[in-house]
């Protein structure tokens, strides 16, 4: 039996990665892929933990070799799913999990038509504003362009097959669970 692809988006600062982080502590049988990026890390970020984080060369030729099961650039940077680990994972059974923006998001419903396509969505825009904001990681130019991307991104939550609001994050990460576990309900 294949593993079912599990793929969460959402905007940037909705937690995403907050949430993942507790699906995978509550559920080690899901696997995460880890996506490639020709971004910068962040203070923390670890290669081939949060991203595999690569030169732009290096990107253009998974891109190139049909290494990616999508890619997609987002502020001035490209992302991209490798496609070999998903594809094992899932033939040997497993639920993989992908992490990635709207736009990869789409790619991968075109490639993968049994995948389950969840959006997280904020409470509320002034919560996605102010994380955002509170990170302090990005200068003021970088979260203005972000919350222009997100406006962008919260208007295709209705491409998604399910849409979960990230009030709370153990309610979220159980909601997501549960779709990996049992993906036909």
Known sequence: MTGPLIVVSGPSGVGKS???AEVLAREPSIWL?????TRSPRPG???GREYFFVPPEQFDRLVAEDGLLEWAQFTGNRYGTPRGPVEDRRAAGRPVLLEIEVQGARQVRQSVPDALLVFLEPPSWEVLTERLV????ESPEAVARRLQAARDELAAA???DRRLVNADVQETAE???ALALNPGH
């Not at 509170?134 to 990681?137: E, N, S, Y």
């Open 134 to 137: 509170g990170r302090g990681t």
């Open 175 to 177: 909601a997501l669970v």
């Open 45 to 47: 970020e670890v290669d």
């Open 18 to 20: 907050t949430v993942v």
């Open 158 to 160: 209705e491409e998604f």
């Open 33 to 37: 892929s880890v996506s490639a990026t």
